[in-house]
């Protein structure tokens, strides 16, 4: 899509049409701050399909009953380094950010922490759980069972694995690095930008279930099969995360997922882990950074592959993003404009271009 | 390979000449028997680049000096939760079978542990260390720094990642789910036993680093870049678990790596960690396995893609290739069993014929 096509609107305002969103659909003040913080970040550090872009979602499973608005969310500490979170089905952001708090505190005690979640939502991209202990002189792992099914096991058709996502937060000198994939071969939020941005996929994405052929128009990717990062790998690896991010939490997993993009009102019960482990037990938090710099400097400094500009590492373009972002606004597509001046309109809310 | 060039060798004999081989090279007995166990269970479930196969190369590395025959493997409890294991240069199974220990026992006191470990060496696949906690009604999650770079960073040809393998174990009514995957497209020991068995690599394996064209040829690997499963979330993923597996516990990453296959003599300082999370802090064990087991049905009920005679699911081939080993044997290459002929005849020890 052309830049012509996407409009930059600052954070500021993003941040605020949430929180007012949230509010007007019945959110307590400080729940819908808490969340529209999270979004924005998302939509800052470049996460585009996790930001506003799912707010007329969110709002519709608000008003459907789908969310819990009032959720008591309870910490069971299992053991000393283990807790499990029962978000009481309230927003994903709310619970995890919970989790995550949880998890830098126990690890400060114990060295290392695991934190699982049953009955969360949606949370946003995984990296903003994994950055979290890592602002904390931590190494965060964060995993989720996607909110819908949209691959099948290797070399099955039914649909019965998630995009199920990992991320993995280690602090440096500077910010920290943020790897975050999803082990299907591209996110979910991606193949819904393409869609509303009317984008063609690149083959290899999606493939027809009963013949295996190419599937390319995003709006039809749900006659197909989205496939997994790395063949078997990650397919594999959507099974285990899946398993360990739900089943071992008493959330949901293979064929008792919710489609939450099908059904706004069904309790999701949606698992997450979180680990933190604090650095300071293994080597002095300095240390570790200036090694980690060190290693860094040589990755990038690296002779190239024919064709390479640059040498990127992950969390590069979160970073990138939240500088550009915060300084021209976020850039989003005049389909989503549209949306969201609706939704303004619906909720009796300022629009956008009000802010 | 055809099965004609493969001798089927009782996994008796196998286990019986590595530790043999161990002892008349100076391991002390019960050292010698215990590598010689794992090693073997490596070849028992199909880990056929991890086995019998890597002798000739330790007893290399045990002539030379690389390895310390003697070592006083040190465990330092840094949190209640976590531990640092010193292998003091050992050999890796022997270090990481007591990290693996370390990590069960801390888990049941305080629900998860994470185990950093410095100092040890190659200690066979990855799928053996996760398989230990799920065998004891935990969850096992283990990776470690590879013994040599045979990657670049995503668009980088200098050679400053492992294959950094990722496992994780999951219990199950019967046998764990085991899933063990390089972060590279193939592991090296795959790579190595074609070059044995003189086949060609399927392209998309390894590239040159100043052309970029596919190299099929193995034994010409050594002139290329192995390329990372998935694109850059492999590269990522290497890069994030060797700073936690290596320059977390202070052991190599990076450029410090000692190519493990052209020096027999330096110390390597690899770096490996494992976490146990006992699964009976978040729901009965009991609950927890017949959950698994529905998700597995689920899973191998799928209908399948056009050519898909079955579903596989990670740990499968582990456990089929264990009961057909334990029955027919060990299947050797020619070109291996002649090298394990030659080192008997050096050390002074029965051959495999013998046995």
Redesign the interface.
């Known amino acids: 899509m052309s830049s012509a096509d996407l409009v930059n609107v600052s954070s500021r305002a993003t941040r605020s049409l949430i929180k007012d969103a949230f509010v007007a659909s019945g959110l307590p003040e400080a729940d819908a701050l808490k969340c529209a913080a999270l979004m924005t970040e998302a939509d800052l550090t470049g996460a585009d399909g996790h930001g506003i872009f799912r707010l007329p979602q969110y709002i519709r499973r608000l008003k459907a009953g789908g969310f819990n608005k009032h959720p008591n969310i309870t910490v069971t500490k299992?053991?000393?380094?283990?807790a499990?979170v029962d978000g009481d089905n309230g927003m994903g952001h709310l619970v995890m950010s919970r989790a995550a708090d949880e998890a830098i505190a126990m690890a400060k005690?114990?060295?290392?922490?695991?934190v699982?979640v049953r009955r969360s939502n949606h949370a946003g991209p995984a990296g903003l759980y994994a950055e979290m202990p890592a602002q904390h002189g931590m190494?965060g792992l964060y995993a989720a069972v996607a909110n819908a099914n949209h691959m099948?096991?290797?070399?099955?058709?039914?649909l019965?694995l998630g995009t199920n996502p990992l991320a993995?937060g280690?602090p440096s000198g500077s910010d920290p690095?943020i790897?975050d994939?999803a082990t299907s071969?591209v996110a979910y939020g991606t193949v819904k930008k393409y869609a509303q941005r009317g984008l063609a996929m690149p083959e290899g994405w999606f493939?027809n279930?009963?013949?295996?052929a190419p599937i390319t128009d995003a709006d039809r990717s749900h006659e197909g099969?989205l496939l997994p990062?790395?063949e078997?790998?990650?397919s594999?690896?959507a099974?285990?995360?899946g398993?360990?991010a739900g089943?071992?939490?008493?959330a949901a997993?293979?064929?008792d997922v919710v489609d939450f993009n099908a059904d706004d009102k069904s309790e999701t019960n949606t698992g997450h882990f979180i680990?933190a482990?604090?650095?300071a037990?293994?080597?002095p938090i300095e240390t570790?950074k200036s090694?980690?710099d060190r290693?860094i400097r040589?990755?990038r400094?690296?002779?190239?592959?024919?064709?390479?500009d640059?040498?990127?590492?992950?969390g590069d373009r979160r970073g990138e993003c939240r500088t550009a972002r915060a300084r021209d606004g976020v850039p989003l597509a005049k389909p989503l404009l549209a949306l969201l001046d609706k939704l303004a309109n619906e909720l009796n809310i300022k629009p956008l271009t009000e802010r």
Chains 1, 2 share one sequence.
């Open positions: 299992s053991a000393p380094a283990t499990l005690e114990t060295g290392v922490s695991w699982g190494v099948g096991t290797w070399g099955g058709t039914d019965l993995i280690v690095l790897l994939i071969i493939v279930a009963e013949t295996g099969l990062m790395g078997y790998k990650g594999g690896l099974l285990m995360l398993l360990i089943t071992l939490n008493g997993f293979g064929r680990v482990v604090d650095i037990r293994f080597l570790f090694e980690v290693h040589d990755l400094n690296s002779k190239r592959l024919p064709g390479v640059e040498i990127r590492l992950p």
